[in-house]
């Protein structure tokens, strides 16, 4: 077994037997996995305690956006399922940051994460929310934010990694999606957007979707993956 849990494999999937499918494919190499909003609505609860059950580690993506108290209940039900990682919404301020920080307190392997800005987002859609910095700023400045309420890292594209290492510090997690391998040699792999790129700009963690769920074999596409950290 050759495990690497910086990788996450993302199980954008609508139903259980796929997901199952791509988690016994990929064996013991993969050990943290991504259930988002997707799987969770198509299956229920029940695919986050089988996976933990199994030992993997599990981020649920909850992308939380509520009234504190909601925010704490959810992160509660998060930790009691097992789940290592959640998120929470930067917009929606200190408060709901602070709450889902406060209520992961019970369950000492849960880490919050905090998203800065949608990755779809541009300067212009942030203007029609009355948001006038532009992306770059606005993600910082809600690092800086989730940070102070006490959020251990943040969500980031490829292109904040660095600026967010440098604010965030050492310590903080970060956990960049939207990576994909361009190609197989060497060079390909050092390339903006790219899991060794993103690790290298200062990333803790990146989550790979469909280039691995998507591929005829997932634990070659993983493998490659893995070996493309090494290279
Ligand atoms: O694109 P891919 O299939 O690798 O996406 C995996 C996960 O990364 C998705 O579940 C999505 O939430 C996230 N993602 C993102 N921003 C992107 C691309 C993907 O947040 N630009």
Known sequence: MDEDSRI???????????????????GD???????????????????????????????????LFEI????????????ALGASLVTVHGMGGRGIMAAAVDAARDFPALRILALTVVTSMTDEDLADIGVGNPAEEQVLRLARLADKAGCHGVIASPRDVAALRGALGAGALIVTPGV???????????RPGTPRAALSAG?????????????????AAFRLVRNSLAV
């Open 8 to 26: 996450i494999v993302a199980l954008d999937c609508d139903n259980r037997a796929a997901a199952d499918d791509i988690v016994d494919r990929l």
């Open 29 to 63: 190499e993969c050990r943290f996995y991504k259930v988002g909003l997707e799987l969770l609505t198509a299956v229920g609860p029940d695919v986050v305690t089988s996976l933990v059950a199994r030992g993997k580690e599990v981020f649920l993506d909850l992308k």
């Open 68 to 79: 504190p108290n909601s925010v704490a209940g959810a992160v509660r039900a998060a930790g």
């Open 180 to 190: 994909t391998l361009h190609g197989e040699s060497p060079s390909e792999h050092a």
């Open 203 to 219: 990333a803790s963690h990146v989550v790979v979707g469909r280039t691995v769920t998507r591929a005829t074999d997932p634990a």
